[in-house]
């Protein structure tokens, strides 16, 4: 059986990722298929595989999306780590969809050459601001163990507030709430 519904979209890919994230934010990475993404778009069920090849090369390129918007959100709040750690957990709340597809590499190509690109640009943005604050008798030494400390402690805080599982006085405004912890991280 065959649809009646066009293929071309205009910017189908386009279409498709923005559909995708829709559809995460509302059932989670798990729920999507591709024939679902295809409905909600208008489009023919054989469409989302065209682009796409399969779930795995769409959440890919999903996670290739949301690395290259976390990296961007990040050089925008400035050379601060506690800034650029705030900019982490805004980015996280904003984007959820990206963000549960990011760091499930299960779900996708996590080994893909625009995947690890796109993980090397965010994680040299936190690198970066790590390396302004690493100094001290271990100086450059110090970079790598602090960057595993401030991504555990914004993405641990990020997580746990999309999770609802940090204690109601937190308050309401995840970054506030952020800024507060992120600042205990390099006293």
Same mark, same amino acid.
């Given at each position: ?23 995460? $934010?509302?059932?989670?990475? !798990? &729920? ?5 993404? !295809? ?7 054989? &469409? =989302? ?14 996670? *290739? ?39 499930? =590499?299960?779900?996708?190509? !996590?080994?893909? $050459? ?10 040299? *943005?936190?690198?970066?601001? *790590?390396? &302004? ?9 110090? *970079? ?5 400390? &401030? ?22 405004? =995840? $970054? ?10 390099? =006293?």
């Amino acid at each position: 059986m065959t649809s009646n519904r066009p293929y071309h979209h205009g910017d189908l890919r386009r279409v498709l990722l923005a559909v995708a994230v829709e559809a995460i $934010e509302e059932a989670g990475p !798990a &729920a999507l298929s591709l024939r679902e993404l !295809a409905r909600r778009a208008g489009v023919s069920h054989a &469409a =989302p595989a065209h682009h796409f090849g399969d779930k795995a090369g769409l959440l890919t390129a999903l996670a *290739v999306e949301g690395f290259d918007l976390l990296a961007e959100a990040m050089r925008a709040a400035g050379d601060d780590l506690l800034d650029v750690g705030v900019a982490y957990v805004g980015f996280a709340v904003r984007h959820r969809a990206h963000f549960e597809v990011m760091f499930r =590499p299960d779900l996708y190509r !996590a080994d893909a $050459e625009e995947v690890r690109a796109a993980r090397e640009r965010s994680g040299a *943005v936190l690198r970066s601001g *790590v390396a &302004a604050v690493s100094s001290g008798p271990d100086g450059a030494g110090a *970079v790598r163990p602090n960057m595993l400390a &401030a991504w555990s402690i914004v993405h641990g805080f990020a997580t746990l507030w999309l999770a609802g599982a940090l204690p109601p006085d937190v308050g309401s405004d =995840p $970054e506030t709430s952020a800024r507060e912890v992120i600042s205990r991280l390099f =006293p």
